[in-house]
């Protein structure tokens, strides 16, 4: 069975302390690996991780594929309260469009 | 302002009380989705389409329906709606350079009593 995993659960971390959070999956024809952020409602799009080895930036965020240890971590620097947020990992199968998406991981940073 | 929109925001029903939650975009996306998110278990996707009149099963298909007349409209339908089906549901869309790229709309809060 397909499945997405993201760790830690929780996290509760000071403003200006670098986090990191993990995401692991077994999914039979990956193709894609995408964070997303959520607040209060709807998640926002963070990136999108096809290949292995590179690394996607945006601001104090980045984010790295592994697809031979079959994981991705998503690193957030110099943290800030507005970075308080679910954050979802989720995989695409190849030649489809469907979503397996993992629970996520709640930060909260502290001022 | 681009955007996707659902309808109702909130909404308390019965069991077997047909329903429909709409969900409609003005980004002229041709990717459209339904999830439902849940304590955890995260982000379930229910149904998907790739542009008008085509539509395939997510992971929780079953007691739901969909259709896609329209490239903006994308409606969930349950026709005879069950407790387990009280939920937190989101719309997404994606355009068709960015099919992964998905906007998600605000959200639907259904419960079934």
């Known amino acids: 069975e397909d499945k997405v995993v993201q760790s830690p659960l929780s996290l509760v971390v000071h403003e200006g302390d670098t986090v990191t959070l993990n995401c692991s999956y077994e999914?039979?024809?990956?193709?894609?690996l995408l964070w997303y952020k959520q607040e209060k409602k709807a998640p926002t799009f963070l990136f999108m991780l096809?290949?292995?080895?590179i690394e996607k930036k945006s601001g104090r965020l980045s984010s790295i594929l592994d697809k031979k240890e079959l994981f991705s971590i998503l690193n957030i620097t110099a943290t800030q309260t507005g970075d308080s947020a679910v954050y979802l990992c989720?995989?695409?199968?190849?030649?489809?469009?469907?979503?397996?998406f993992g629970t996520g991981t709640r930060l909260k940073v502290l001022a | 302002e681009a955007q996707v929109t659902q309808n109702p925001r909130y909404l308390i029903t019965v069991t077997g009380k047909k329903l429909t939650v709409t969900c409609s975009q003005n980004?002229?996306?041709?990717?459209m989705s339904w999830y439902r998110q849940d304590p955890g278990l995260g982000l379930r996707q229910i149904y998907y389409?790739?542009?008008?009149?085509?539509?395939d099963k997510g992971d929780v298909p079953e007691g739901y329906k969909v259709s896609r007349k329209e490239k903006r409209n994308f409606p969930l339908i349950l026709e005879s709606p069950s407790p387990n089906q009280t939920s937190l549901y989101f719309c997404a869309s994606a355009p068709p350079a960015k099919p992964y790229e998905q906007y998600f709309g605000p959200g639907t809060r259904l419960t079934v009593t």
């Open positions: 989720a995989v695409v199968r190849s030649g489809t469009y469907k979503y397996i």
């Open positions: 096809t290949s292995s080895g």
């Open positions: 999914v039979t024809n990956f193709r894609s």
């Open positions: 389409s790739m542009n008008v009149e085509v539509t």
């Open positions: 980004m002229n996306h041709e990717y």
